[in-house]
């Protein structure tokens, strides 16, 4: 997720001048930057034991003795009496500022949170972004235990796992009882959803710390136009409104598409490392309710008459995009939307934050973004829209770790419904909201806007699962190089489908096909089943 | 590349020896060379003999082992079958020639062509010559990313073309396969010409001038000179010149690992940057160890085939 | 020789046209290390060639003083990675030159260790990537990861073979009278290397020390594979500049590159001469 927003602020800084981010930043806190002239500096609410004060609100994300984020403290106090005094957090130099900058104003940073209430010390490592997962086999594969924790990329905790690196947790949730699943505040799907993002095999390894839930926005000044929706109209038979299916996509993408006034249809990403996540929207919802990537043997299903025809979408709807658009990033296409280059497009959920925002003053946008569900298929009577969540920070305890439980107890708490959403609510951090308590947090409500949130709740349950067993990298890098080849035209989509597909099958083999089975079964389960109707 | 040398020390270990005790010149000499030996083999024995055992399994870091216990993955020689059909490293390889054989003869030659313009005195020669060979200097990382951003649609390049065509130009450069590859060779032409320009000099400079003026008196003309003497005395700079060039250009990553990163697809994906990718993300460690026993095997094969080759031409000439 | 009106004309154009490709990226690094945030612009069509605005602030920025414009404070400054690249590079490059310059001698003189040219060479042939799996987990059996020293040693051992042949070089050429004016004065063999031709050799030393010293300044791959945060190198944070904060700090980027510029060109301009008998290995003759 760190990849987002780093990329997002370059191209604002580019296209804006100075403080675009900062602005966008900053600018949803004026609310907020009055100290509540009501709460003392170090009060907490009758009956909680911590959390954060020193701003208004504050009481929402303070905690009593018998919630996860109480039990978590008070099990890092007692490990600090018994001599733990510190831990090493590696995480992505760009995520550091989310634990480190105070918000609102008045509140501590969480970092100075947790270390006042425990007094166990948190040092945090930056590791350059796009390095993490490569940082950490690192330390795994050579023992460098340089890190406690290591936060990396979700899609990787099988291999992690596999590679023995990093501990089960199961029996520190047994002990100190997250609640990950609890109905008002827990992850979307309950127990599915904790599964999904912290499990590997039936075991907890990671607690996630992100929501790269990808979404969809358009452009509502665009859509609303009369002139455009009677044109429309007249030359599809049909209304102009957020498409529904694939194939309204690329006709309302051609519609708009208009590149010598500067706009074009959607600029959904299509470049190497970041496009596949488009193609694997296109692909899975060929079936009902999904289309896999394997069976439940192990065979890749990829070259397959939806592959092509998913692969052959993909390339075909390069029509409403830049020429350039395979070498576009998130910076271009931030900028771009910014400037109310496109119509549509598709991005990690922080885009409305950032571009729907008065404080943005080159943002020519604000006020005009709605949020819509990715779009879909009809099959067997029903209509079949997915997205895909894809990167994903997720925290893992390394097995060299001094002190696994005081680390554990540090991610409960960093991970928490209350602790969490004050911490994706700050505008400084790359973390971005999936627990059911921040789509309803007010803060986290204020940053991300209201309407955008609940279309990100509604595309949370559509949402497949990348690759997330052992070998994810390297399943992942054969599909992009060759979607990338079938994009530039060094390769048809048949080829680049056939090609994946005998990559695919070495990874697997190298891999060792027995764990994969497994994996890859467990993988399944998580995959959403919800059909819209049609029409 | 030494040739040059190889039988001259031999001959020099024999005419010292007259006055000193040869026992005391080989305890000497031996002392003097240990330390280089010592690392040769601290680099060369343990990777050599890992790589090798490894290159017959599965192992990789993900599989939660520690590499001594590589043999419960034995594959026997499955890696080496596997490199065979591997369509993507014959890929990188054939990219990595086709980028050698580009890249050094255009470097010699504009290297050749400015050495003759720098082959006598003119005003700011001085000047001239030390401003172009600034981009030896230049940090391959830093080339890197300024050569990225030179190459973006909207950048500078585009904008220099545009002013000399008179249109618009918008060369996605990076992003086409084709062209890409183009710019990481100008990238390394820009880097790399400089190198060439200052060891061909040095050798033309060095080339008799009583020979070229006993030709010219002859009748001959500027390129029969050219071709006829000067060339041929500087036969043996160009070799040295081209060996190094062909040596580090086979290694070719840092600038083009930064502009491109083998992208997009596989397009400038040359064998460093493909072992690269094996390493850190893929981690088939085996395999990796297989590609690196093969690469030096041949690799190994071809220079002392070209020393041999050298070393016998010498003798010829002498 | 006179040379002709045209000769000269065309001599003067092909040399510009030469300077100008050749300045365009340095210009445009030095350019954009002055560029306020506003104007770097990597994409998108509002290129500018020379600040419109010029600032200090990407100096500024990292060495750890970030403004308002940059947003994110940096959590390390430049100055441990320049310290990590002068470390290693600097006594990688006493390694090589060490070990280098003992064996050039010895083979020279009295023939010992004639599998190093060949050995050598090889050394330098290989790509480094394909032998650093062994590196990684050697250096860090040998607790090498991550530290300047351990990244000296290799530095040390991958410029051995430029340390080597250069030095070999100069001693093949130098005259051999004054050597043994020593030896007949009694001065054992070991003296009269430290006390005659070392001391004869001082500038093709300095020389070809300040020519490895380049080549491991220069590095990427290895330090990017056996560092991760104490004692990252300069190109790597530089990298880590590209990714970690807001996306492409090209500003940064180009202030540290021409930073990073600063030693070669300094040490290139002062053993131009040298280089240049150095790199021809020999085979030019006086």
């Known amino acids: 997720m760190t990849d987002l927003m780093r990329m997002s602020r370059r191209r604002l800084l580019a296209t804006g001048g100075k403080a675009a981010l900062y602005a966008g930043a900053i600018g949803i806190a004026p609310k907020f930057i009055r100290p509540g002239r009501a709460y003392a500096a170090d009060a907490l609410a009758p009956g909680m034991i911590g959390g954060p004060t020193g701003f208004e609100g504050a009481e929402r994300y303070q905690y009593g003795a018998e919630t996860p984020e109480g039990r978590a403290i008070e099990a890092a106090k007692q490990l600090k009496a018994s001599g733990v005094d510190r831990i090493v957090l590696g995480l992505s130099d760009g995520s550091i500022g989310q634990l480190t900058q105070p918000f609102p104003a008045g509140a501590p940073s969480i970092k100075e949170l947790w270390e006042r209430e425990t007094g166990i010390t948190l040092e945090i490592v930056g590791v350059p972004n796009g390095q993490e997962f490569t940082k950490t086999m690192q330390d795994i594969s050579t023992r460098g235990g340089a890190y406690d924790i290591y936060a990396v990329e979700w899609n990787r905790l099988g291999d992690l796992a596999e590679t023995g690196g990093i501990i089960k947790l199961d029996d520190f949730v047994e002990k100190h009882r997250p609640e990950w699943d609890d109905p008002e505040t827990g992850y979307v799907g309950g127990a599915k959803g904790v599964s999904l993002l912290n499990q590997y095999r039936g075991s907890t390894y990671g607690v996630s710390l992100d929501g790269d839930f990808q979404t969809w926005v358009y452009r509502t000044d665009l859509f609303n136009d009369p002139a455009e929706q009677k044109a429309f109209k007249d030359r599809y038979g049909y209304d102009l409104a957020p498409p529904r299916t694939w194939k309204q996509l690329d006709e309302i993408g051609m519609f708009f598409h208009r590149p010598d006034n500067g706009l074009l249809g959607s600029t959904d990403i299509r470049n190497q490392g970041w496009g596949y996540t488009n193609w694997y929207q296109r692909y899975v919802s060929m079936g009902s309710p999904n289309q896999f990537l394997f069976d439940d043997d192990g065979r890749a299903l990829i070259n397959s008459e939806a592959g092509i025809a998913a692969t052959q979408e993909y390339i075909d709807s390069l029509a409403y995009k830049s020429p350039d658009a395979i070498s576009w990033g998130w910076p271009e296409q931030y900028g771009n939307f910014a400037n109310g280059g496109a119509a549509m497009t598709c991005a990690f959920s922080n885009l409305p934050k950032f571009l729907d925002n008065p404080a943005n003053a080159d943002s020519k946008v604000t006020g005009k973004i709605g949020s819509m569900l990715p779009p879909g298929r009809e099959v067997d009577g029903g209509l079949v829209r997915r997205s895909v969540l894809w990167l994903n920070l997720s925290a893992s305890i390394s097995s060299q770790a001094k002190n696994p439980e005081a680390c554990y107890a540090l991610l409960q708490w960093l991970g928490s419904a209350r602790i969490y959403a004050w911490m994706t609510a700050n505008p400084g951090g790359y973390f971005d909201p999936f627990r059911l308590s921040d789509f309803s947090d007010p803060l986290v409500r204020q940053t991300y806007h209201a309407y955008h949130m609940d279309v990100v709740r509604e595309t949370v349950e559509r949402t497949v699962p990348t690759i997330n067993y052992p070998g994810a990298t390297a399943f992942h890098n054969a599909l992009d190089e060759n979607l990338v080849a079938a994009l530039t035209k060094s390769k048809t989509a048949e080829q680049a489908m056939a090609d994946t597909e005998r990559e695919w099958q070495r990874i697997a083999r190298r891999t060792g096909e027995d764990k994969l089975l497994e994996a890859i079964r467990t993988n399944k389960e998580a995959w959403p089943t919800i059909i819209d109707p049609i029409g | ?318 | 020789m006179k040379r002709s009106v045209s000769f000269e004309l065309f001599r003067y154009a092909a040399i510009l046209l030469a300077l100008a490709v050749t300045l365009i990226p340095i210009l445009w690094m030095v350019s954009m290390a002055f560029k306020p945030v506003g104007e770097w612009s990597a994409t998108g069509a509002d290129l500018t060639w020379w600040p419109q605005n010029p600032t200090l602030s990407n100096f500024r920025f990292i060495f750890g003083q970030s403004d308002s414009s940059l947003i994110v404070a940096l959590d390390r400054t430049a100055m441990k990675p320049i310290l990590s690249s002068l470390l290693s590079a600097s006594f990688g490059t006493l390694i090589a030159m060490t070990a280098g310059t003992a064996a050039a001698y010895g083979l020279s003189r009295f023939g010992s260790g004639q599998n190093l040219p060949l050995a050598l060479t090889q050394l330098r042939l290989f790509p480094p990537m394909a032998v650093m799996i062994p590196v990684m987990i050697m250096w860090a059996f040998l607790k090498l990861t991550d530290t300047w020293w351990g990244l000296a040693l290799v530095y040390g051992i991958v410029t051995l073979p430029f340390a080597f042949w250069l030095m070999k070089t100069f001693f093949d050429d130098m005259p051999r009278e004054i050597e043994e004016a020593g030896l007949v004065e009694g001065c054992s063999r070991w003296r009269v290397f430290t006390r005659i031709t070392l001391p004869m050799m001082r500038a093709p030393l300095a020389s070809a020390a300040l020519f490895v010293f380049i080549l491991n300044w220069s590095d990427y791959l290895i330090a990017l594979l056996l560092t991760t945060r104490e004692w990252v190198t300069v190109p790597v944070y530089m990298a880590s500049l590209s990714s970690s904060m807001t996306g492409q700090l090209y500003g940064a980027k180009a202030a540290l590159g021409l930073i990073a510029a600063v030693p070669p060109v300094i040490m290139g301009i002062a053993i131009q001469r040298h280089l240049v008998r150095g790199l021809t290995f020999g085979a030019l003759k006086q």
């Open chain 2, 1 to 318: 590349m030494s040739v040059a040398t190889v039988s001259q020390t031999a001959m020099a270990g024999q005419d010292t020896t007259a006055r000193a005790g040869r026992d005391e010149s080989a305890r000497l000499g031996f002392r003097l060379t240990l330390p280089a030996q010592i690392l040769v083999l601290f680099i060369a024995v343990f990777p050599l003999l890992m790589q090798l055992y490894i290159s017959l399994t599965d192992w990789s870091p993900l599989s939660g082992r520690n590499w001594w216990m590589a043999w419960e993955s034995w594959n026997s020689f499955y890696n080496y079958y596997d490199l065979m059909q591997d369509n993507r490293f014959w890929g990188a390889l054939w990219r990595t020639f086709v980028v050698m054989i580009v890249c050094v003869p255009v470097e010699f030659l504009l290297g050749l062509g400015l050495a003759t313009l720098f082959a006598d005195d003119f005003r700011g020669k001085r000047v001239f010559y030390s401003i172009l060979l600034m981009p030896m200097m230049v940090v391959p990382a830093v080339a890197g990313y300024m050569f990225f951003m030179l190459f973006q649609s909207g950048g500078p390049v585009n904008d220099v073309l545009s002013t000399l065509l008179g249109t618009r130009v918008a060369i996605a450069w990076l992003s086409d396969p084709t062209l890409a590859l183009v710019a990481v060779m100008i990238a390394d032409i820009w880097q790399w010409t400089p190198l060439m320009f200052l060891i061909l000099l040095a050798g033309l400079v060095g080339v008799p001038q009583d020979q070229v003026r006993a030709a010219t008196l002859l009748g001959a003309g500027p390129w029969q000179r050219f071709v006829t003497i000067v060339i041929p005395k500087m036969k043996t700079i160009i070799i040295i010149a081209l060996a190094i060039r062909v040596i580090e250009n086979f290694k070719i990553f840092d600038t083009l690992y930064i502009m491109t990163g083998g992208g997009p697809g596989v397009a400038t994906e040359t064998i460093s940057v493909y072992i690269y990718k094996l390493t850190t993300q893929d981690l088939i460690w085996g395999y990796v160890a297989a590609i690196a026993l093969a690469i030096l095997l041949v690799l190994s094969v071809v220079t002392i085939w070209a020393m041999k080759r050298m070393a016998a031409a010498r003798e010829v000439q002498a």
